[in-house]
DNA sequence: ATGAAAGCGCTAACAA
DNA sequence: TTGTTAGCGCTTTCAT
């Protein structure tokens, strides 16, 4: 099964004519005659010849596959995004490579590999500002980040427009009546953490409610520190009416605390996630949050670096994606779904 | 920064050497003169060499990439493997290429490209037995399969030890006392699921319980479909005291529905699934379940995959890992967590 | 419209 | 120990 592959020379020979002109069948250039066309494609069919991708991309110096770093390919919102990333590259020709980098250390190793080795054409970064793990990656080699608006002008982004996405849950819960609103942030280290939390405080601003800082919180997205933020306010006995947590993760340990506590949601408590994770309609209540697109965001990331790659950017984009409103009995008791 | 990288023999000029005597430093060749090689590697380093890993592949025959190829990328369950895969990969100088292929075109066409035009060493297919893909795979080209043992003993596979898992999944229902035990199946063309159902049969048998087939219920993993099966018992009045779903999310369906026909759980139903997925332990209440180390599964599938394709695997090898019970509240009230 | 020659960047086989 | 000569399988000139 090793050196049993033909090659286009064997076709060539079985065909009776050059290499040359099997290369130009199987690429499909027009200046061959309809008839040599046809012993060619015959020769290639009974000596069952399929061109070899590597020596394509060695001739072209271009390997046709992308990769996506992510910081893991679990969890939900990054695997939607990898496969979304995935689906589109391969509709236009390419493979995608993902790779889970936990650390700074592990994204070098990485990068230098993928990159430094030529084993891909473009780069997509989930959570680029993680960690500063940014500077591991070269200039001049295509990438788009996605997750958080590059703050390089010369590099594209694809993100949730967390700022607004943060605004309009904090107004939906103002819109219901509530006014002591607390704030579960993820690691403020991340922008999209800070994004939310500013879109949060402009809902407050705009609502004429002051900001109370002993209402934020930070989490780290997973539901334990949800549960540990809920109960830390009541520790304090500073109770609000509603909680904005920027995960469905969180949002969850909180209507998990919430329930041990002997807190009715939302009659004395309602709470809203970032996300519409797979499941949140089967929490209890189910979860009224803001939807995002992830699938989508992957799409558009690999349409964004494919023009980089092909130089035909003008200049570097930043896109945004709009969440939407998901209201569910976390907030309102007669919320559909 | 296209033509601008150095090849080995820019190297080689510039450390007055041929490209040859290059390669072997870069291979780390022991016939080379500690001198000879310190001029090569500065000049390396001058240089900012890299060697280019195509060129590398071309050279070999071999691609040093692997490929995993699922129904999805975001089910929890199948990245679970994919990461767990792909970091066993990396660790052994290869890269996992993901793919998704939600039918048997797509899985046929995906094969194809792959593997007919040699962009990857050997292959991972989760579920091969869905939809008849499996068909679709070329002979004596390196494979192994995930999820369900392998029909065909010259296919290697690792997987679940299904029938064990659902054995005593039931088990530990009988053993608290139910003998009313309804079960909701995945898909019955899964291999995957005629196991587990072989498995409830045979505690069943064991403790001398009857089997009856109106208490059997096909689902499709989805939790909606766990929340039918429970509205379909119901409605034949055959509500049982205790429902083993093949997976968490079926189990989750069921919970749910459980709470709105106000059953209480476990008192007047207990539940059990499979899989321990994230979040498992946040339903209402906790889920009683088997755990399944996924990552473990895709780590054992790479390096048997990279033992067939090293071809220093004597015969062919059908794993099954063991599933481990986990109680929590949703059997037992005094259930731990 | 087709073919011949050269080259992509590396490794392998042989020679020196 | 090092260098020379051929490839790996394809594409890209440039002839014809």
């Given at each position: 099964m090793h050196r049993s592959r033909p090659t286009i020379r064997d076709v060539a020979r079985e065909a009776g004519v050059s290499h040359q002109t099997v290369s130009r069948v199987i690429n499909e250039s027009?200046?061959?005659l309809p008839e040599t066309r046809a012993r060619v494609e015959a020769a290639i069919e009974t000596l069952g010849f399929r061109p070899s991708a590597i020596a394509r991309s060695m001739a072209h110096g271009r390997t046709n596959t992308l990769a996506c770093i992510a910081p893991?390919?679990?969890d939900y919102t990054l695997a939607s995004v990898i496969e979304g990333a995935e689906i589109e590259a391969r509709q236009n020709g390419y493979f995608l490579l993902s790779s889970s980098a936990n650390d700074p250390e592990a994204f070098r190793a990485l990068v230098d590999e993928l990159v430094g080795h030529r084993r891909v054409d473009g780069l997509i970064v989930i959570n680029p500002y993680m960690d500063e793990r940014y500077q591991a990656i070269p200039e001049n080699f295509p990438v788009v980040f996605v997750g958080a608006k590059s703050h390089d002008k010369s590099i594209c982004s694809v993100s949730l427009d967390d700022e607004k996405a943060a605004y309009d849950a904090t107004k939906h819960l103002i819109s219901i009546g509530h006014r002591q609103i607390a704030l579960v942030t993820g690691p403020m280290e991340e922008d999209c953490s800070r994004d939310r939390s500013a879109g949060y405080a402009r809902a407050l601003d705009e609502a004429g409610i002051p900001v109370d800082l002993t209402m934020t919180i930070e989490g780290d997205w997973s539901a334990t520190s949800g549960q540990d933020a809920l109960l830390s306010l009541a520790e304090q006995g500073r109770l609000p009416s509603a909680i904005f947590a920027q995960n469905d993760r969180m949002a969850l340990g909180v209507l998990h605390t919430a329930r041990d506590m002997g807190l009715?949601?939302?009659?004395q408590l309602a709470v809203i996630g970032v996300d519409d994770m797979p499941l949140s309609s089967y929490f209890d209540p189910p979860l009224t949050t803001m939807h995002q697109d992830m699938p989508r965001i992957g799409l558009e990331a690999t349409r964004m670096l494919l023009k980089v790659i092909d130089r035909l950017i003008e200049q570097c984009s930043q896109m945004k994606l709009s969440a939407q409103l998901i209201i569910r009995q976390s907030t309102c008791n007669k919320g559909g779904d």
């Open positions: 027009a200046d061959v893991n390919l679990t009715r949601v939302p009659e």
